[in-house]
């Protein structure tokens, strides 16, 4: 028997913190003004404070652990993947610092030090949205999510809840034919032949799955009914906390974007504007990204 635990899937378990206490339609929102704000400026010294952000956030949601998981395994690789592509790709930039020739269909292929700038730049863009997302997979209540999803449309929201639901269950179906197909004395078709038998009996599986399923929600009446009622809970001091805080980290992103402030940008030159106004910008980032954490008043352990 092995001595090292498995590690447990990334997925949404209930923790005492205080996002975790917030609604999901907040939690949500929270991570998606930080992935938002990402999307709105470009300058550095904001993108690092918005990680920073979203990774405090993380561990104070106790979910860090998963989301430096996530991003060494799947986040970071294909944010380097980007920077590699943008500096093989890129045309534009003055500072080059390696000449590699014709490269056929790229052409003359010149490697720039604005396209290595701008390639990291977007990589950590791209690194933060992805960390964002993962943190509202983790911290927000999926069924929760649905159950604010049915005022606007029922049949979607019941139908994101069976793939939620089901998609597991054919993983397993899945995993079952195959060891089954193993234990054939002739050893079962190997190869594509035998993936593609054990997805054939997968989708049919699954198809007949849904007609039984469809079929018992129809005699339980779903869809006979329109928009159920609205849910009367009322707003608590981490759902105003936390929306307030991605109200204000969205605010700041656009101060930076659309304000007075000298813009970062990367071609033909690279420039790299460092003024307090960007220093207090990203501070504040960080800061309304942790202040709803510092409430914790009525967080069960």
Known sequence: MSLIAPRRPIAYRRRASPLHAARASIAAAYGAAIATAALLTEHPL???????????????????????????????PLALLSVL????????????????????????????????LYGLDFALRLLIVTL?????????????????????????ALTAALATRLLPVLGADARRLAEAQRSRPDGGAGGVRGRLAILRATVGGALDRS????????????GAR????????????????????????????????????????TYPLISLPLSAGWIVLSLLSVLVAGVPFLDRRGIEP
């Open 85 to 116: 592509v943008n500096v093989l790709v890129s045309r534009g930039g003055l500072t080059v610092f390696a000449r590699l020739g014709d490269w056929g269909v790229l052409g003359q292929v010149n490697l720039t030090v604005e396209a290595v």
């Open 132 to 156: 964002a997302c993962l943190l509202v997979f983790c911290a927000a209540d999926p069924d929760e999510l649905l159950f604010a999803v049915r005022r606007v449309s029922p049949r979607s």
């Open 46 to 76: 904001m993108l690092a404070a918005l990680l920073l952000g979203v990774l405090a956030a993380g561990g104070a949601a106790g979910v860090g652990g998963e989301l430096t998981r996530a991003a060494l395994s799947t986040a970071l």
């Open 226 to 265: 329109g928009r159920g009622p609205a849910a009367r809970r009322p707003l608590s001091r981490h759902d105003l906390a936390f929306a307030a805080s991605g109200a204000a980290i969205l605010a700041l992103a656009l101060i930076g974007a659309l304000g007075s402030l000298a813009p970062f940008h």
């Open 211 to 222: 007609l039984d399923v469809a079929a018992v929600l129809e005699l339980r009446g779903y």
